[in-house]
């Protein structure tokens, strides 16, 4: 099946600094959403991209479906950014989604 | 308030011994899905409902069973728990699928 590896693993940040964080995935894919868990556990969607780019805020992502990776930028980081930053992906033909592994970021004040 | 919720949101059981955990949704939502988060793993998607009626599996169904009745509920099924059942579920829904998704507040379970 997919394969979705998200990089890095694990990231420390100041405060103010910028970052980003790469899902890259093995097939092709009809649908992708990066998600942020909070320290407390709660899951929020940031974007739904399966192609192109999109922003919101400080954060922004670009998606290059033809060579199966994408991207979450996120802009003078705040303590509030901590958290766990997963990708998914829907496998082309299929109504499933895969999660890659995630991002922990931690930013410090 | 738009929302999923789900009950319990902690649970310990025994092996063996059904339980049911509950979803809900107010947002009039089509597609509904139920996911494990295991440490080290992310999340994997269990079982997912089209709409009404129309249920299939995700990447890790064995042990689970779903139902969808109602649009706004999806309850899942653990019929005898094990031990590897211990984690962290979540339960989700969208307009449609592939729209956003909003998750619930997460089930913590664990089997003894």
């Known amino acids: 099946g997919i394969q979705v590896e998200q990089s890095p693993p694990d990231l420390i940040l100041q405060e103010g600094a910028n970052s980003t964080l790469r899902c890259n995935f093995s097939?092709?894919?009809?649908?992708l959403q990066w998600f942020h868990q909070n320290p407390w556990g709660q899951l929020i969607n940031l974007f739904y991209?399966?192609?192109g780019t999109k922003q919101n805020g400080r954060l922004s992502a670009t998606t290059v479906a033809t060579e199966r990776y994408s991207l979450l930028y996120i802009s003078s980081s705040q303590a509030t950014d901590s958290g766990v930053y997963f990708c998914?992906?829907?496998?082309?033909?299929?109504?499933?989604?895969?999660f890659g592994t995630g991002t922990r970021l931690k930013v410090l004040a | 308030e738009a929302q999923v919720t789900q009950n319990p949101r902690y649970l310990i059981t025994v092996t063996g011994k059904k339980l049911t955990v509950t979803c809900s949704q107010n947002?009039?939502?089509?597609?509904m899905s139920w996911y494990r988060q295991d440490p080290g793993l992310g999340l994997r998607q269990i079982y997912y409902?089209?709409?009404?009626?129309?249920?299939d599996k995700g990447d890790v169904p064995e042990g689970y069973k779903v139902s969808r009745k109602e649009k706004r509920n999806f309850p899942l099924i653990l019929e005898s728990p094990s031990p590897n059942q211990t984690s962290l579920y979540f339960c989700?829904?969208?307009?449609?699928?592939?729209?956003?998704?909003?998750f619930g507040p997460g089930t913590r379970l664990t089997v003894t």
């Open positions: 998914a992906v829907v496998p082309s033909g299929t109504y499933k989604y895969i």
């Open positions: 947002m009039n939502h089509e597609y």
């Open positions: 989700a829904s969208s307009l449609s699928f592939g729209h956003e998704q909003y």
């Open positions: 991209i399966p192609s």
């Open positions: 409902s089209m709409n009404v009626e129309v249920t």
């Open positions: 097939d092709s894919v009809n649908n």
